[in-house]
């Protein structure tokens, strides 16, 4: 190795340089237009931080004043007699969280199938399937929030609402990218065998797809559980609820045990989430065949 690397020469590299160029440099026009790009991306970002105030002695004034006064005023926590009215209200976010997820898968399962490509023949069908997701999904969580609010009322059932609408559009489009990612062999071999359109969904697209919609669905009810929290403040219910009416009475040491039991519980559904997400996954990598060559 070290003799056949000793007998290459500076013309022999400087001939290799001739015949392939593009393995040792890329092309001035190339890297003049990386140049570009990354020159243009600096300057956007400058000139974003600097419209904005970040580089502006009042931006770090302002955050000194903060660190200063207002986290200054949240600690120590205060208001452990009402410990069990937090943990309830954290529960109600919570239900609220499960109950708009659950409703939003269920509504988004059947109709993925008609977004997806090789699902659905019907063209029009499919965009239009699409772009009602889209539709669902374009406003925040807040918007919808406040149009259940003045439809329906204050209480958890406006939190519960705007949820499962946002997550059926959420869940319509991580469904339909599932199932048209999924492997056309075990379908075909169904088909091969008799099997009618139903049997096609149960035995070849499902068993595939079914992980990954699972796990979708544990991470975006741990997402949930964070919008949920937030619901409150526009009269949704949840725990948020109360958070807003601490801050809005200068209560800062309360609404500092408030956020506390929120981090809490959101860490917990985070923990618990990641456990049944890999539990999910290695079950469906157990059923997998085992490759022949590993068998051998």
């Known amino acids: 190795m070290n003799a056949q690397s000793n007998s290459i020469t500076d013309a022999d590299i400087a001939a290799e340089r001739e015949r392939f160029p ?16 990354w020159g243009g991306a600096t300057a956007l970002t400058v000139y974003c931080l600097y419209r904005f105030g970040f580089l502006t002695p009042d931006f770090f004034h302002g955050v ?12 120590p926590p205060r208001g452990f007699e009402q410990l069990p009215l937090f943990a309830k209200v954290m529960g109600e976010t919570i239900a609220m969280a499960f109950l708009g997820t659950l409703m939003g898968a269920a509504l988004a399962f059947p109709l993925s199938f008609f977004a ?6 019907a063209r029009p069908l499919q965009f239009g399937t699409r772009r009602f ?23 958890p059932l406006a939190g519960i609402m705007a949820i499962a609408i946002v997550e059926t559009g959420t869940f319509i489009k991580l469904y339909s990218e599932a199932i048209e990612n999924l492997d056309r062999k075990q379908i075909d071999g169904i088909v091969a065998a008799g099997g009618n359109g139903l049997q096609r969904i149960c035995f070849g697209v ?3 797809v079914m ?8 991470y975006m009810f741990e997402h949930n559980v964070r919008s949920a929290s937030i619901l409150g403040i526009v009269g949704a ?13 200068y209560e800062l040491q309360e609404a500092c045990l408030i956020i506390i039991v929120l981090i809490v519980a959101v860490y917990a559904i985070d923990y618990l989430s990641k456990v049944l997400r890999e539990r999910l996954i290695g079950d469906q990598r ?3 065949p085992v490759d022949d060559a590993v068998q051998v």
Request: proline letters at 4%.
């Open 286 to 288: 157990r059923r997998e």
């Open 237 to 249: 219910g949840g725990i948020g609820f109360l958070l807003a009416d601490r801050l809005r009475a």
């Open 22 to 37: 593009r393995l040792y440099s890329a092309p001035g026009a190339e890297r003049l237009r990386e140049w570009l790009m």
């Open 116 to 121: 997806a490509k090789n699902m659905t023949r």
């Open 211 to 218: 992980p990954m919609m699972l796990s979708n669905t544990l």
């Open 64 to 75: 000194s004043k903060f660190v200063a006064t207002v986290v200054a005023q949240l600690f």
């Open 133 to 155: 997701a889209d539709l669902l999904r374009s406003f925040d969580y807040l918007i919808w929030a406040l149009i259940f609010v003045r439809a329906i009322g204050l209480g």
């Open 206 to 208: 499902l068993p595939q």
